[in-house]
Structure formats: structure tokens, C-alpha cells
């Protein structure tokens, strides 16, 4: 068993991180309607002044869906997926993903490298990711900072921070710049288009509370598949629930649960604020047990919230989706 801590580059702080953030939560029927299989519209969050751990709830929309009529490997070994006349041009997909609706890799984002007009050259090769003729996929634009956030969500401009860890555990730390309407790194260089990936956590710190809506960008649409991720080895995997249209959330209803590690990979809560610890909890391959062994399903986890997965063997672990109902 284990827990990682970090370094942040804005703050210093340094602490375990984990998950468990009170907040409020409000989608109004005047801006929520149907948009093809999705639901749209936005949704409130309280952030506490200091740090919290916190999650986009929603996607950007659906750009196409389609089956496969063909799988093939590239000469690099990435695959190469081609579909029956999508009405592509060429180059229409600089920023998105595809993602199976089927198979091992299902509700998995994987980056479209490039396209053609009929076909999608992805980062993942065939065989490991079973991608195979005649599987579903959907096209989406990847969420970014300035997908998420247009007009800076109400963060104080240079001063409140959002930051994001990339696959090797390293924080990477953004300002919003209201002058130029942009997100920045720390650095000063445009990070409008760094990418949020589905169910990719984020540490929001801010000098004072902050409601936060999440939904007035083109990030603004509920996922009612599940949603699989990858969770890298030995570093602090930030995870939360799509789940903006449900009031609360468990570890339970994570789903994530039967991919971990029995009694290895563990389970981070956070406290909103401070980010110091308020629980660990493990895998039995059923339930989630806390460390007294007694079952801890119904720890909650309040709408928007993230929490830490620390896994010793990098593996894919998969998000309940939200249950829309009409």
C-alpha cells in the first residue's frame, strides 16, 4: 500500500494528495436539452479558497460516429481506422480523439494523430488496443483550458491556478491572462489548447472562494458511456466521476473498483481547502474497504470532486457512466 505526494509549482504545498470536496451543484432545466444522444448544459461548483481537487463532469459534443470498415496497421504500428465515406476533407481533426464503443479499449480516448478523408491514423496500435473492423467509434475535441474555462471561470487573473499532472507525475501549473483571454503557463506561453483529458482531475487553487460553472464553454455535454482511463504507475493519477447530473457520488459508484490491485492499489480522498488526506481506502476485488477492513462503498464523494489513484502497475480503470434520465 501506498500514497503519493507532490510538489506544487505554484504554492510549494506539498502534501498527499487524495479526494472529498463539498460543493454545490445546480443543472437548470432552462439550459439543459437534448443534443443528438447527449444531454447539454452546465453545472456549479463551490471551490474553497486554497486547494482543492476537482473534475470536469462533462465532454464536448459528438463530431461523428461511425463502424470501422477497416483496421490496419501504419508502417509505425499505430493504427490506421477507415470508415465509408464520413465526408471528411482531410485535416479536420488537430485536437479530438476517437473512442471505441466496444471492445477492450471501450470508452477509452485515444488521440487522433492525423486524418484523411476517410481515415483516422490513432495513437495505439491494433492488437494491444483490440481495435478490429466493424467497431463503433466516436469523434470528439479533446476538452481544454479554454474549452472548460472561456472566460477564466471567475479565477483572480496571475493569481489562482489550475494544475493538471501528465503521465510521469509531473504538476504542470496555468494563470488566466484577462488581457489576451488566455490560459497561460507558468512561464507566460499560451495554454489555451492544453488538453483535459475525460475524466482527468485538476487541482484548483484560489485566494478566495469561487463558484466555478463548468458547461459555458464547448465542453458542455453529459457522457452516458462508461469512460476508461489510464492510471500510470507510481505517480498521483488525478480521477472523478462525469456524473454532473446526480447530486452525490460513492466510491462505489466510481466503478473503478474491480481494476485495482487487491489490497495494493489504493484509493486517496482529499480534503477541500488544505488537500490534506481524509482517507485510503483499498480494493478487495468487490468492494472498496477502508483500514479497518469494513466496506467503504458509501464513502461520499460529492459531485465534481476527484480523487487519487496510486497503482504500482499502470492499467486502465473504468467510470461508471451517468444514467440520463428524461
Known amino acids: 500500500m501506498h500514497a503519493f505526494c507532490f510538489d506544487s509549482l505554484a504554492s510549494r504545498l506539498r502534501g498527499c494528495i487524495t479526494g472529498g470536496v463539498t460543493l454545490l451543484v445546480a443543472l437548470s432545466p432552462a439550459c439543459l436539452y437534448a443534443a443528438s444522444s447527449n444531454v447539454i448544459g452546465f453545472y456549479s461548483v463551490t471551490v474553497p479558497a486554497g486547494n482543492s481537487a476537482w473534475v470536469s463532469g462533462l465532454v464536448g459534443p459528438d463530431v461523428y460516429e461511425g463502424a470501422a470498415t477497416s483496421v490496419v496497421a501504419d508502417v509505425d504500428g499505430k493504427a490506421l481506422v477507415t470508415f465509408a465515406s464520413p465526408g471528411w476533407s482531410g485535416g479536420d481533426f488537430p485536437l479530438h480523439y476517437a473512442e471505441p464503443l466496444s471492445g477492450t479499449s471501450s470508452g477509452l480516448a485515444i488521440d487522433i ?110 457522457k452516458s458511456t462508461p469512460t476508461r482511463i489510464t492510471a500510470n504507475a507510481k505517480v498521483p493519477n488525478l480521477v472523478g466521476a462525469l456524473n454532473p447530473l446526480s447530486g452525490s457520488a460513492t466510491l462505489g459508484t466510481l466503478g473503478i473498483v474491480s481494476n485495482l490491485e487487491v489490497f495494493n492499489d489504493s484509493v486517496v480522498t482529499l480534503n477541500p481547502g488544505s488537500l490534506v488526506q481524509t482517507g485510503t481506502f483499498l480494493s478487495d476485488g468487490t468492494n472498496f474497504i477502508n483500514g479497518l477492513g469494513g466496506n467503504a462503498n458509501g464513502v461520499l464523494l460529492p459531485v465534481g470532486s476527484s480523487v487519487v489513484v496510486n497503482v504500482d502497475a499502470a492499467k486502465t480503470v473504468t467510470l461508471n457512466p451517468v444514467t440520463v434520465a428524461p
Do not use: C
Open 113 to 222: 494523430l492525423s486524418n484523411t478523408t476517410d481515415t483516422l491514423k490513432l495513437n495505439a496500435t491494433p492488437a494491444a488496443a483490440g481495435l478490429t473492423n466493424g467497431m463503433v467509434f466516436v469523434v470528439r475535441k479533446h476538452a481544454t483550458l479554454k474549452g472548460l474555462l472561456p472566460d477564466g471561470g471567475g479565477f483572480a487573473p496571475f493569481q489562482d491556478t489550475i494544475a493538471l499532472f501528465n503521465s510521469a507525475g509531473v504538476q504542470n501549473t496555468y494563470f488566466f491572462n484577462d488581457g489576451t483571454s488566455t490560459w497561460i503557463s507558468i512561464l507566460g506561453a499560451d495554454a489555451s489548447n492544453v488538453v483535459v483529458r475525460p475524466g482527468q482531475g485538476f487541482i484548483i487553487q484560489v485566494a478566495a472562494q469561487l463558484t466555478l460553472t463548468l458547461g459555458k464553454g464547448e465542453v458542455a455535454y453529459v
